[in-house]
């Protein structure tokens, strides 16, 4: 690992100016950059911490919505009595990350914001076109582990847990920048497609900082529900995952939204199984069909296929846990 200089800023705007200068980088939990660090795939000169920033790592209700704060971690917010009661999805989301040991370290923010963990990403050694390469080497490599929807370009997938249950609830981050200008950014427009950029995940600029993730309140935040499918009910990373949110009158479906997670380099809506949900009564043919036009435009890969049956019995299972 390269040497760098740490140092501890006293405010968002002041971590800001200082990671604004040349190869400078923020930390909060620090257990992404610390990965990133240490497989040479990010080398900064200055590490900036924001672990003393006052008020950092507050969860607070805000004109009806709630707002968690750069250091609050997920193990905080997953068992925040408030979020599970109206944000229920995406405390679950929380709850389901990673070890009990890195959910009371690594941060909600840094959990929306993690570089992707395809191992030919992770590997130093090896040139993907996210790195400035010629190809995506899953293409024709190991892809087993890798996107079923919009793969073509760069078949990573989207590794967050918090973003999906997120955008169930129309969630948007707050930022500071290092001229002092903020800024709030929808999570539907943060991430970046392949297609757009190859070698970006999210839109923030150079040295912009993230002060806070911000949840309005919605109707059938107890009627939301998040699911994951793994090798191990342990510490591992998804092979698929998605978040539902349900607007019920009686068991009648007046609005829904779907979201999935570790399918496609970037959180999926799919508006099409939403719209076929909407005036049905939940049962589990209803949730089947449902989950069956998730997948109508999903493209494998060679060793993949299996996720499209994962996620489609994944998918009825969360439509109905949701209610």
């Known amino acids: 690992m390269k040497r760098f200089e740490f140092v501890e800023a006293s405010s968002l705007a002041q971590a800001a100016k200082l990671a604004a200068q040349p190869n400078g980088a923020v930390r909060a939990g620090g257990i992404d950059l610390m990965d990133l660090q240490k497989e040479h795939l990010a080398e900064p000169d200055r590490v900036i911490s924001i672990r003393r920033v006052p008020g950092a790592a507050e969860i607070r209700e805000e004109g009806g919505a709630l707002v968690i704060g750069p250091l609050v971690t997920l193990a905080q917010l997953a068992s925040h009595p408030v979020a599970l009661a109206k944000w229920k999805a995406v405390a679950v989301a929380a709850g389901e990350a990673a070890s009990p040991q890195v959910r009371n370290q690594a941060t909600v923010i840094g959990n929306l914001l993690q570089r992707p963990r395809c191992w030919y990403f992770r590997n130093e050694l090896l040139q993907c076109a996210r790195k400035g390469g010629p190809d995506c080497l899953s293409q024709e490599g190991e892809n087993r582990y890798h996107a079923i929807f919009e793969n073509k370009d760069c078949a990573i997938v989207h ?48 040295g912009e900082v993230v002060e806070a993730l911000v949840l309005p309140a919605k109707a059938g935040g107890d009627h939301s529900s998040f699911l994951a499918a793994r090798e191990k009910s342990a510490f591992d990373w998804p092979l698929f995952s998605l978040a539902v949110r349900l607007e019920m009158s009686g068991n009648v479906v007046k609005a829904a939204q779907i979201v999935f ?8 809506r799919r508006e099409k199984a939403e719209a076929a949900l909407v005036g049905k009564a939940i049962d589990e043919a209803t949730a089947r069909a449902a989950a069956a036009l998730c997948f109508e435009d999903a493209t494998p890969m060679t060793q993949n296929g299996y996720k499209v049956a994962m996620g489609t019995a994944l998918t009825a299972r969360a439509i109905l846990a949701a209610v």
């Open 159 to 206: 590794a967050s847990n918090v973003s999906p249950a997120a955008m169930l609830f129309d969630g948007s981050v707050k930022t500071v920048k290092a001229d002092g200008s903020r800024r709030e950014i929808p999570l539907a427009k943060l991430f970046v497609k392949p297609e757009v950029d190859i070698t970006k995940e999210h839109v923030l600029e150079a």
């Open 261 to 268: 997670g570790a399918a496609a380099p970037t959180p999926l």
